[in-house]
């Protein structure tokens, strides 16, 4: 691929950070944050909307945050729960399709089936994906799609001198089809990539910010796709 500048980018992707320091800062639960939270992810969709965007994905619940408290995670879930109850309607009317990609054999059966609901009925709508990583590890999405390639080839007559391609193995990653991120944002001011999507991020531009997660609005999201067009991409060519 030739260098290329970028205008509006196709798939930008959020590591939401910083929801717990900033209920902290203002004395309370950690919860009030992830409230505050989801605010900006509806701000967030609104401009990717607004500006063309195909792909918003967010990384809404990591496997390794099953670890924290019950409560917490009880809480996150009601609240996941709540949100697409009350945006479906808004998803239909801007035109946006709804996904969740992760493990969800930990999921409860009710999060399980209002997610399964929102996505078959929005699945027609093409002004934008907004996709949820749920229950979402990279590890685990690179081993279940080795595991799946493995299953689905293991019988298969030579399968002895079998060689997994890159193709093959992106291919069934959970993110199969969707382009792999052009941007990356992650808020709160950690450098982390914190085992989220580790295959397709290979080329992505990141960019970091300071700003906790519930103060990152449309205004911040614009500064993020402003330093995003200004960036040149050489996809390891000169
Ligand atoms: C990170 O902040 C945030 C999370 C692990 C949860 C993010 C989830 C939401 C905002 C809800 C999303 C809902 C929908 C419908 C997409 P943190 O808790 O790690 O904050 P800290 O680093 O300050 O402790």
Redesign the pocket.
Known sequence: MASEKNNVPEHVTII?????????QRGQE?LY??KE??E??RACTELAVEKGIKYLS?????EE?WDRPVA?IEG?MQ??LK??TM?TPTFQKNGVRFRVIGDFSRLSEKLRKEIDDCMKLTCNNSNLQLI?FLSYSGKWDIVQAANKFMRENSEKEGAGQLQMTAEDLAANLSTAGIPDPDLLIRT?G?LRISNYMLWQTAYTEYYFTDI??PDFRKTEFQQALDTYSKRERRFGKV
């Open positions: 939401m950070d910083g929801n717990g320091r900033w209920a902290r950690r944050g992830h939270g989801v900006s992810v967010v990384f809404a619940f990591s945050n917490e996150l609240l996941m949100a697409i945006e949820i709160s950690e906790l997660w």
